[in-house]
């Protein structure tokens, strides 16, 4: 429900998509409730102090179209 939200599907369509699935469906106040509820959880990990650093390394990479022997071919490059 709540990648749906997300997602921009409104609350309304949401809970019409629950009772069909479900059987069951959630008032559009519950389903604001209950992302409210997520949204408050994710600041507060996202703001959690980290305990150690976290090393990382970043790749970019793309594809690029050559030629072999005058046929083309894609080649992934970094």
């Known amino acids: 429900m709540v990648e749906m939200y997300i997602a921009g599907v409104s609350t309304r369509r949401v809970s019409d998509v629950t009772e069909a699935l479900f059987g069951a469906s959630v008032s559009s106040n519950a389903m604001s409730e209950l992302n409210k509820n997520v949204y408050d959880r994710l600041d507060e990990w ?33």
Request: hydrophobic letters at 35%; one cysteine or more.
């Open 46 to 78: 996202r703001s959690r102090p980290l305990q150690k650093t976290y090393p990382y390394v970043y790749l970019d990479g793309m594809v690029m179209s050559r030629f072999f022997n005058a046929c083309p071919f894609k080649s992934p490059s970094l």
